[in-house]
């Protein structure tokens, strides 16, 4: 493969221009003096060095035109190796103290939520965060006041013995960018508002790859002096693409996607590097962690076949809060972690930024505990893993879709909610939840729906339960609550060895693989299906069995002797090969008891799979001698797993900033209230926006929009279209539910059992 700087040299031969391998002309280039804050752009004048106009610069080859594929050959590797995990090797980019790229500690990053005008409580945030170990704070700064508070906050945390960068988020405003340049360690641009944002790209459709290039001219002419001063000052700079805020230019020629937040960020990318400016880290983030998987891994592809090797900064925006903020971004963040990818990270949550820490330290923690070439004990068991070809196709997502049981003329029960299409929950119970003064709470912790103590399945109720041993034939009661369940189409799992011993009617009962293809498959008596279990040391004609058995789901518990990643990765490629279009639902085993830990740990371990499109669901089985979970709280987990991998929706989504200096209400207390209110309709997305910089532009995924626009006042939106403007803050929630109710996707929530139906079952 040819690589891109001999195809620049090669350019640059046939116009008889002498350049380097960066695209830039190898003339002597002095530093000039460091400009002083009080420069404005004007007086930032050009080397003659360098390319000063978007027709001197050396673009990437086009990808529309088929021109880079020519040039540098078929998109190859995103990941250092697909079968050991090593990071991504990058160069080394300096933040002040801190250093980004493979050679270093992946950094903790968060943003303060103070509005930076205010020094004195930013300082001390900032202060607050550095203690609790984060290497870098992002401030927000909206203009030239905000700007010269970051000279003092800068100056401030010096005087207090406190040297963790700072990294200025600017949007609409380069001027603005060089004069924070002078004060803070690192300039976050999003290319998407900062300079090709203008309100001419929204009156123009780009119909040519021609019309398109014409408008660099503006992006060069913005971004230049800032990147002079960036790099005459050694400052760091970070390239963020954001999904919702593309530019209308890029929309329209690249649409609402991957590919175009990787170009975006490209042409921003190829105006630093005429400059030989290379300080700098990409960001592809998305509140959509399949969206976000999909860029990050496209762009590192990108930078593969072009030979580049900027770090690369990760993180789900507008992730919400609690565990389900913490699952989301544990998916996206910890999918790519998992391959390798990621050298900074932060976790956006809609609470204080202190506590953003953990999650993103466990993240980084876990992460690095899994490199090969650091820790021999992962190394050994990715090395396990029998070999096979992994022919993932990263620039384009399709889930495996697995079958339902089909009914038998044979059945006395319905079995086609056993597993659920979108995704499957399987609850793991115990005898003692069975029992006669238990069931009806337990019916509830399934989330079942109950009228005179009857169970009925709802929209977020366990598909099945799992049993690792049934309560005896003379516990009638007991007996009878598995009935019920299994009456309304609960799948009632347990080993197929139990049931040898004490039968239960209408049970699945689960084998090893090895046991039924032994046992060709018999059933013990009283079950009407097989399950069978895997652990991901089967050979390949073992697991070629599966199609002659026909069960009704695999359970895919890893060995704990192998990758879990690597070794369910190879089960499916297998599955593929041979056409099995069983179900496979991810059996993960936990003993922690700490909630946040689980939902990273599910996040990063089986959304890895699930962003993949690999899997149909999920049973949570916690181990050890205590159970610190409630089936109930395990089934809500499981939920949100699938939620946050865009399988099942069966609650409202939100998609809510994690607030910052723009912030025009308070984030926290309102985005409670408003879950509150809306939070019982599944299906319906709604994006909470503290400020416009967030509001359209980021939430390209919602149905609904509250936006604050002025102290004290909110814009409602439908999609992304204002349709209720300035409106009181104190009314704006229930004007929210008076405009899902108008669009037809409201429903009331539903009462609670009455003490008189709890008592009567």
């Not at 905000?146 to 945390?157: C, Q």
């Not at 620039?395 to 659920?420: C, H, M, W, Y």
């Not at 929950?425 to 912790?445: G, R």
Request: glycine share 8%.
């Amino acid at each position: 493969m040819v690589k891109y700087g001999a195809i620049v040299l090669a350019a640059a031969a046939l116009s008889g221009t002498n350049v380097d391998a960066f695209g830039i002309s190898n003339v002597p280039h002095s530093r000039r003096a460091t400009p002083s804050s009080s420069s404005s752009s004007s007086s930032l004048h050009m080397s003659t060095a360098y390319p000063t106009a978007a027709s001197d610069i050396l673009w990437t080859p086009s990808i529309k035109s088929g021109d880079r594929d020519d040039q540098l050959g078929p998109l190859g590797q995103y990941c250092e190796d697909l079968y050991r995990v090593t990071r991504r090797k990058t160069r080394t980019v300096e933040c002040g103290p801190v250093k980004f790229g493979s050679d270093h500690p992946i950094v903790r990053q968060t943003m303060s939520t103070t509005p930076t005008a205010d020094v004195d409580a930013t300082i001390e945030q900032i202060m607050r965060c550095a203690d609790k170990g984060f290497d870098l704070v992002r401030i927000t700064v909206q203009g030239k006041r905000e700007a010269n508070a970051a000279a003092k906050i800068r100056d401030g945390l010096f005087k207090k013995g406190y040297d963790i960068p700072l990294c200025a988020d600017m949007h609409f405003q380069p001027v603005v960018a060089q004069l924070v340049a002078d004060a803070v360690e690192k300039i976050r641009i999003n290319p998407g508002n900062f300079a090709d944002g203008r309100k001419d790209f929204e009156e123009k459709v780009y119909e040519s790859e021609d019309d398109y290039v014409l408008e660099r001219e503006y992006l060069v002419e913005a971004m230049l002096p800032l990147v002079e001063k960036c790099k005459s000052l050694n400052r760091c700079m970070r390239i963020g693409t954001n999904h919702g805020s593309l530019s209308s230019r890029v929309l329209s020629f690249y649409g609402d996607t991957p590919r175009g937040m990787v170009e975006s960020a490209l042409e921003f990318a190829d105006i630093c590097r005429s400059q030989d400016y290379h300080n700098f880290v990409f960001s592809m983030k998305a509140s959509n962690p399949l969206v976000m998987v999909q860029s990050y891994r496209l762009l590192a592809a990108e930078m593969y076949r072009m030979d580049w090797d900027y770090p690369l900064h990760l993180g789900v925006t507008e992730a919400g809060e609690g565990e389900d903020g913490r699952m989301k971004s544990a998916v996206g963040i910890g999918t790519l972690l998992a391959d390798g990818l990621g050298d900074t990270v932060r976790v956006s949550l809609t609470e204080d930024p202190e506590f953003e820490y953990e999650p993103c330290n466990r993240l980084a923690e876990i992460a690095e505990s899994r490199l090969a070439d650091v820790h021999p004990e992962a190394a050994k068991r990715q090395a396990a893993v029998p070999k096979y070809v992994d022919t993932r196709d990263i620039t384009t997502f399709a889930r495996r879709q697995g079958v339902l049981p089909e009914k038998k003329d044979t059945d006395t029960i319905d079995v086609s909610g056993i597993l659920n299409e979108n995704g499957s929950v399987i609850s793991a119970v115990t005898p003692e939840m069975l029992k006669e003064e238990n069931a009806q709470y337990l019916y509830q912790e399934l989330g079942c729906k109950t009228a005179v103590g009857m169970p009925f399945k709802d929209v977020a109720t366990s598909d099945s339960i799992f049993l690792r041993t049934v309560p005896p034939s003379s516990d009638t009661a007991a007996r009878t609550a598995l009935r019920r369940l299994a009456e309304v189409s609960m799948g009632l799992i347990v080993p197929a060895e139990e049931l040898e011993k004490d039968p239960l009617p209408n049970a699945i009962a689960l084998m090893e693989l090895q046991d039924a293809v032994a046992k060709d498959g018999a059933l013990p008596p009283g079950a009407i299906r097989l399950a069978v279990s895997i652990h991901g040391t089967e050979t390949e004609d073992e697991i070629k069995k599966i199609k002659e058995l026909k069960p009704a789901f695999v359970l895919l518990r890893v060995s704990d002797d192998l990758s879990n990643l690597h070794a369910s990765r190879r089960i499916f490629e297998i599955l593929k090969a041979e056409d099995i279009d069983t179900s496979v639902i991810h059996h993960f085993q936990t003993d922690t008891d700490e909630s946040d830990e689980l939902a990273l740990q599910m996040g990063m371990k089986i959304g890895s799979l699930l962003s993949d499109g690999a899997g149909d669901g999920v049973l949570v089985e916690q181990t050890g001698d205590s159970q610190p979970f409630s089936v109930d709280f395990v089934r809500r987990t499981s939920f949100s797993l699938l939620q946050g991998c865009r399988m099942r929706n069966t609650k409202t989504e939100f998609v809510s900033c994690p607030s910052c200096g723009r912030t025009l209400f308070d984030l926290q207390d309102t985005t409670a209230m408003i879950q509150e209110s809306t939070g019982h309709l599944p299906g319906v997305t709604v994006a909470v926006m503290g400020c416009i910089v967030n509001g359209p532009g980021e939430m390209a995924d919602a149905d609904f929009g509250y936006v604050g626009t002025l102290p004290g006042k909110i814009d409602l939106y439908y999609g992304k279209e204002v349709v209720r403007k300035g409106i009181p803050e104190d009314s704006a929630v229930e004007e929210l539910v008076e405009l899902i109710k108008e669009y037809g996707m409201w429903k009331d929530k539903e009462e609670e059992e009455s003490e008189v139906e709890a008592v009567a079952a």
